[in-house]
């Protein structure tokens, strides 16, 4: 069963937690479905979360992230990697759940490459997507915290949060 909006619009942290285990879905342009599970999420928790895209406010590259929950906010780093994040959250609460890792795929990069993500998903909404969904799964209780990875420009205090949620495969 496709997860819709009520799913999504639950806050960044309850999110990250219990995208845990979810199957997310990926048509591709040739028509072949890939189905992978999450095992790795971090949450990114609106405009005072100085890890926060939405920390610098409001932009063209996070408008996204002040919608409602279900929507795909896609960005590149590095010139060459597209990581894939789920908004979450109520309108004009800017939050999102970054996926870092899918059962035997580690690292938000290779999320992407796996995927085949590009500028085109950034804002599609997950509950009525042709191209990528999450359908629902056993809730995982069975799973770690850690701080987020690679964000030690936010400070000791954002950077040591223990918003990464993952699971051991």
Not at 32 to 38: D, K, M, P, R, S
Not at 101 to 111: D, E, T, Y
Not at 125 to 141: G, N
Request: charged share 25%; glycine share 10%.
């Amino acid at each position: 069963m496709r997860l819709g909006t009520d799913f999504f619009s639950n806050d960044a942290l309850w999110l990250a937690e219990n995208l845990l285990g979810k199957r997310l879905f990926r048509r591709f342009d040739d028509g072949w479905v890939g189905e992978y599970i999450i095992t790795d999420t971090e949450a990114y928790f609106g405009e005072d979360d100085l890890a926060c895209h939405a920390s610098k406010g409001r932009t063209p590259r996070t408008e996204v992230m002040y919608r409602e929950g279900g929507k795909i906010y896609v960005y590149l780093i590095y010139g060459m990697h597209w990581l894939l994040n789920f908004v979450s959250g109520t309108p004009d609460h800017p939050q999102a759940v970054l996926i870092r890792g899918l059962q035997g795929i580690n690292g938000p990069g290779k999320v992407g490459k796996t995927l085949q993500l590009n500028k085109s998903f950034y804002g599609e909404d997950l509950c009525t997507s042709e191209r990528m969904w999450v359908e629902d799964a056993p809730k995982i209780t069975d799973f770690h915290t850690a701080p987020r990875v690679g964000i030690d420009y936010a400070g000791e205090v954002w950077k040591n949060k223990l918003w990464r949620y993952y699971v051991v495969t």
